[in-house]
């Protein structure tokens, strides 16, 4: 369980993200939740210095779908923030997606050179989503954002 607010950065201890291009796949499922998390994604890259025309917004239907979003932009990108929200039910579904999604974020990382940055809230129950998106613990899309900056220094350092 969060314990600390996931919308804390230090400003001065993240690059300026205005030379680099960002792509951010957004699920549609449970939207009121991922549209939250894009929200304080870009918010955050725009607050660090990145050009609203550099944040390419991608919506897919499910958080499965992720996959496949991250891979079509990732080229266009120099880094990607996945965000979704997988709400635990009565069924096995819940695992199967999320294992799904890890791995498939996962084999994206090992298989392209643009970093894929996951965002995708795996919670018990609604409360717990609310609370990481924007609640009580902040908004893991901010969180996600300062990360995909960083991966975007590292990338444009060792690669190009």
């Known amino acids: 369980m969060a314990t600390t607010n996931l919308s804390q950065y230090d400003k001065e ?32 890259l725009i607050d660090l210095g990145a050009e609203t025309d550099n944040i390419m917004i991608v919506e897919v239907p499910g958080s499965f779908e992720l996959i496949y ?3 079509v932009i990732a080229e266009e990108c120099d880094a990607v923030i996945v965000i979704g929200c997988v709400i635990r039910g009565e069924t096995a579904h819940f695992d199967y997606v999320c294992q ?17 940055i996951f965002c995708v809230l795996t919670d018990e129950n609604e409360q717990q989503s609310l609370s990481r998106s924007g609640g009580e613990h902040g908004n893991k899309g901010v969180e996600a954002a300062v990360v995909a900056i960083h991966m975007a220094v590292l990338k444009n350092e060792l690669i190009r």
């Not at 690059?15 to 792509?23: D, E, H, I, Q, R």
């Not at 990382?109 to 643009?114: A, E, M």
Request: glycine share 10%; no cysteine; proline share 4%.
């Open 13 to 44: 201890k993240v690059a300026n993200a205005k030379p680099y291009k960002f792509g951010i796949v957004v699920s549609q499922w449970n939207k009121h939740i991922t549209h939250a998390l894009q929200k304080g994604a870009v918010d955050t």
């Open 69 to 71: 979003g991250a891979k």
């Open 100 to 116: 799904g999604v890890t791995q498939g974020i996962k084999d994206l990382n090992v298989q392209q050179n643009t970093p894929v």
